[in-house]
């Protein structure tokens, strides 16, 4: 059985999640660009702390940034007499019904309860999941077939390989409501950001405000390396200061050129 989570039922607030929420092509391509490092430095301004998923990290350090809005998956443990392989191979099964429920462009984050046991996903599915136009694929557990999964492409995040077949014990209950992956509060709708270091979740609505402070703060991060590598000190330098802004605002009034004298 399924439920379906309404941010407007009870004491949540409708910020919490969006499920329809869309995001714009301009807003994508910025976080494409810039690392969990910037994004987590926007938020933490913002009163953010808790929004780096512990442990998780990549099946290959060469694959694509991932970015893209969460469709969530919850499982619970597994019972013996209920999760059979029969059961699982069910065509309502909620672990193969978010294979082909995940919107295009959105992210399937799942959320196992950070079990270790029984496999998130594997090769099969993730290769769906790449066809389908699916963005990525995040487990606070872990995969089976991560080689398999590897060669298809799809970015994907976990703590580390889980090759026994989920049933043993993992239960699937409800897709694209709340979710708690890796200690991180997770609405349908809010974007995850992925690196070669790891995952951040952005909430929704803040998404498009995050992405142009933590892009300009790769910029700045460029205009502070040349001045480094030139000798001058850090102090006034990184974090940035109001002098060291003003700095960096002109330099990129000038079209962003080299720098050709050290400071």
């Known amino acids: 059985m399924t439920t379906t989570f309404d941010s407007r039922a009870g004491h949540h607030d409708a910020r919490a999640a969006n499920p329809a929420f869309v995001l714009s092509e301009a807003t994508r391509e910025k976080l494409m660009r810039v690392g969990t490092a910037n994004v987590a430095n926007a ?46 191979s069910s065509s309502e099964n909620l672990h193969r019904r978010a294979i082909e429920e995940c919107p295009p462009g959105h992210v399937l984050v799942i959320d196992s309860g950070r ?16 066809h389908r136009g699916v963005a ?17 492409g799809l970015p994907a995040y976990q703590v580390r390989s889980a090759p026994p077949a989920t049933p043993i014990a993992m239960h699937p209950v409800e897709l694209n409501g709340p979710a708690a992956c890796a200690g991180v ?35 700045y991060e460029m205009f502070a390396e040349q001045h480094l590598v030139r000798g001058r000190s850090i102090l006034g330098l990184f974090p940035a200061t109001a ?10 009034a000038a079209g962003r050129p080299p720098l050709e004298t050290d400071k």
């Open 43 to 88: 938020l933490l301004k913002r009163g953010f702390r808790n929004v780096y998923l512990l442990g998780v990290i990549p099946i290959s350090s060469g694959q694509t940034q991932l970015v893209g809005p969460a469709y969530t998956l919850r499982f619970m443990p597994a019972r013996e007499d209920i999760d059979t392989m029969a059961n699982y």
């Open 185 to 219: 509060a997770i609405y349908p709708g809010d974007v995850m950001v992925g690196d070669s270091e790891g995952v951040v979740a952005i909430p929704w609505h803040l998404v498009d405000e995050i992405a142009h402070e933590a892009d300009d703060a790769v910029a």
């Open 243 to 252: 002098e060291s802004r003003q700095e960096y605002e002109q330099w990129v």
């Open 136 to 152: 990525g694929v995040v487990t606070d557990g872990g995969f089976r077939d991560t080689p398999a999964i590897r060669r298809t």
């Open 115 to 130: 079990c270790l046991r029984a496999a998130s996903a594997g090769d099969m599915m993730a290769l769906r999941m790449r």
